[in-house]
Nanobody
Framework: QVQLVESGGGLVQPGGSLRLSCAAS????????MGWYRQAPGKQRELVAT???????NYADSVKGRFTISRDNAKSTVYLQMNSLKPEDTAVYYC??????????????WGQGTQVTVSS
């Protein structure tokens, strides 16, 4: 079993910053891609940013230049630094990882979600 624990969400004013963290634990042989997705009320879940095991990143156009994804492979943790936050960034943010188990099978896991609210 693999568990993902997210932290760092909250309420912030427009223009402010937050840092999300997502730590993976359990029966992990390796972790491939990690990423963040978000879902606003009444909308579909959308990709925010991803990072490969080699550090190659990809961002949604709406967050480019404001958000930075990073990972610490030794800690099996992915981060999302969010700067210059806007009200439209308000959503539940979900961590996503592709984990290779000791059995060599690869599975996709999701975190429980953390609420980010940008409001004055």
């Amino acid at each position: 079993q693999v568990q993902l624990v997210e932290s760092g969400g909250g309420l912030v004013q427009p223009g402010g910053s937050l840092r999300l963290s997502c730590a993976a634990s359990g029966s992990i042989f390796a972790i491939n891609a990690m990423g963040w997705y978000r879902q606003a009320p009444g909308k579909q879940r959308e990709l925010v940013a991803t990072i490969t095991s080699g550090g190659i990143t990809n961002y949604a156009d709406s967050v480019k230049g404001r958000f930075t994804i990073s990972r610490d492979n030794a800690k099996s943790t992915v981060y999302l630094q969010m700067n210059s936050l806007k009200p439209e960034d308000t959503a539940v943010y979900y961590c996503n990882t592709n984990v290779v188990l000791p059995t060599a099978y690869e599975y996709e896991y999701w975190g429980q979600g953390t609420q980010v609210t940008v409001s004055s």
